[in-house]
């Protein structure tokens, strides 16, 4: 299938949950090192962004993002200018050369609150469910103990709560509280379940993802007619 351009998994006054993984099936994202110099280099860029970003989890050979998307050439320069100076940097501290990434990053288009919820949780259950930590509180390269237990750290400064976050009560203290409790029942429900997300474009209703699918075949069929 041609490549699918941004600005069918990109929308303006959506949010996107963004995926990568490493080259090769490496694990570039291993050490702390690693993983705070990725933070580092994505929270430079941040301040520069009308995008904001609400979530993330580095995991050892990928990482999850959900941004709230409100300037989509902003945000495709976000992803260009993070991953070139991320993976000079890694390359430069490990003494190699070559592709970190695999391929571009993977966006994923979110219709409404409720999949921001799920995919939220999904994001922030991904430690427990790899075996690194029993308790997703103790895994330092996630916003899951800023949602949980309001805890924001050097890495998390730049991180803005979805709507749905803070409809959950008035004060930050009931918000986290509620948190706790759907993220447990999140990992009662689903912490043995493998859900892959990276292949999806959309996360949505049935209805709702159908439609934004048949907008990727009808752009097939207008930039790949087939010969007379």
Known sequence: MPRIPRSLTLEEGYQTHKM???HNGETSLKSREDKVAYLNYLNRYLP???NKLNAFCNMSNHSHEIYDINNVKEFSNLMRDHHARNGYS???RHKRY????YERP???LIESDEYSMQATLYIHANPVKAGIVKNAANYAFSTHRLYAFGKRD?????VIFPQWYMEL????EQRQKRYRRLFDAYLREKGLITLSLYDRSFLGSYFWSESRKNRITQWIKTKHKSPP
């Open 20 to 22: 990568w993984k490493a």
């Open 98 to 101: 070559g592709k970190v990434a």
């Open 154 to 158: 050097k890495y998390t400064k730049h």
């Open 169 to 172: 009560g008035k004060t930050p």
């Open 48 to 50: 520069k962004q009308s």
């Open 90 to 92: 890694f390359n430069r």
């Open 106 to 108: 993977k966006t994923c």
